[in-house]
């Protein structure tokens, strides 16, 4: 996490302390798009996304406000309840639904600016890398996902993941190899 984002945290933690029912809606704005991002991408439709965000966000102002624990990394909590909620998402389905092409393209944002060849070229590239990371094992799309969407560092999500930095790094490492075997 960088110097910035840890004083930033700091003072939230600090105005949760204090009771502060404002400083919810800037921890909102502020982690929003980032845990978005991280459920977008394990679960197959962008409404189940949506949901499953309001619910991180709903669980962590329940937290935050009425637990007698103190929370040390805000961040970690956030992804933690995210994680835990996908689990439940996929325990509570009776069947994994699958993904058709068309319904990934529709995912993937192009701007306007773009020609149609560089769009086409980059939605299959797109479709690619989403087609690998389905591939993976979900402890190896999970910390790929940390890593290089969330931006991550290592020992942030050695928290989240409950490991150490050395296992998260072995688990990095496979997990890229297999991404690498997979697009060659």
Do not use: C
């Not at 980032?34 to 394990?42: G, L, P, S, T």
């Not at 389905?93 to 306007?112: A, C, G, L, N, P």
């Not at 690619?128 to 591939?135: V, Y």
């Not at 940390?146 to 930095?165: G, H, V």
């Amino acid at each position: 996490m960088k110097y910035q984002e840890k004083i930033q945290e700091k003072r939230f933690l600090d105005r949760v302390k204090a009771k502060d029912p404002e400083v919810f809606a800037e921890i909102y704005n502020h982690y929003i798009d980032q845990i978005y991002r991280f459920i977008y991408f394990k679960v197959p439709r962008r409404e189940e996304a949506e949901d499953l965000t309001s619910e991180v966000f709903l669980k962590t102002w329940q937290y935050l406000f009425g637990a007698q624990k103190e929370v040390k990394n805000l961040r970690a909590l956030l992804y933690q309840i995210a994680k835990n909620l996908i689990v439940d998402f996929y325990r509570q389905r009776s069947k994994v639904e699958i993904i058709e092409d068309e319904y990934i393209i529709d995912r993937v944002e192009i701007t306007h600016q773009q020609s149609l060849l560089s769009e086409i070229d980059d939605r299959s590239e797109i479709i690619n890398i989403e087609k690998a990371l389905k591939k993976l094992k979900d402890e190896y799309k999970e910390v790929i996902i940390l890593r290089y969407l969330e931006q991550l560092e290592l020992p942030e999500i050695a928290k989240i993941l409950n490991k150490s930095k050395g296992a998260v790094r072995v688990l990095l490492h496979r997990a890229l190899k297999v991404i690498k075997d997979y697009l060659k």
